[in-house]
């Protein structure tokens, strides 16, 4: 059974940074695409970040690029978040998902292909 569990979330500040991890189990972690995705109050929700684990590859949003970081752990089966210079719209709940690849369409707030989701994790970037 596939299972993926975020954590890292809270209450910080604009300007300011937060880890998330999403410990996966449950499939060939090395094999796969693990992605991270919001989604805001009101809002639908949007792709953030990827990578595919069998050669690292990461890919972004446009909204932020050059300050969120996917990465990953092999060893501990677990990828991460980092977020850097938080924003308020920043704010919502941060989800991972897995799938055994992604597509990624130009300008697409999506990527496509996750089969398995997490119960995400709430990010609140306070003003």
């Known amino acids: 059974e596939v299972q993926l569990v975020e954590s890292g979330g809270g209450l910080v500040q604009a300007g300011g940074s937060l880890r998330l991890s999403c410990a996966a189990s449950?499939?060939?972690?090395?094999?796969?695409?693990i992605a991270w995705f919001r989604q805001a109050p009101g809002k639908e929700r949007e792709g953030v970040g990827c990578v595919t684990m069998h050669d690292g590859s990461t890919y972004y949003a446009d909204s932020v690029k050059g300050r969120f970081t996917v990465s990953s752990d092999n060893a501990k089966n677990t990828v991460y978040l980092q977020m850097n210079s938080l924003k308020p719209e920043d704010t919502a709940v941060y989800y991972c998902?897995?799938?055994?690849?992604?597509?990624?369409?130009?300008?697409?707030?999506?990527?496509?292909?996750?089969?398995?989701w997490g119960t995400g994790t709430l990010v609140t970037v306070s003003s």
């Open positions: 449950g499939f060939q972690f090395d094999s796969y695409a």
């Open positions: 998902a897995a799938g055994p690849g992604v597509v990624i369409l130009p300008r697409a707030p999506w990527f496509y292909g996750m089969d398995d």
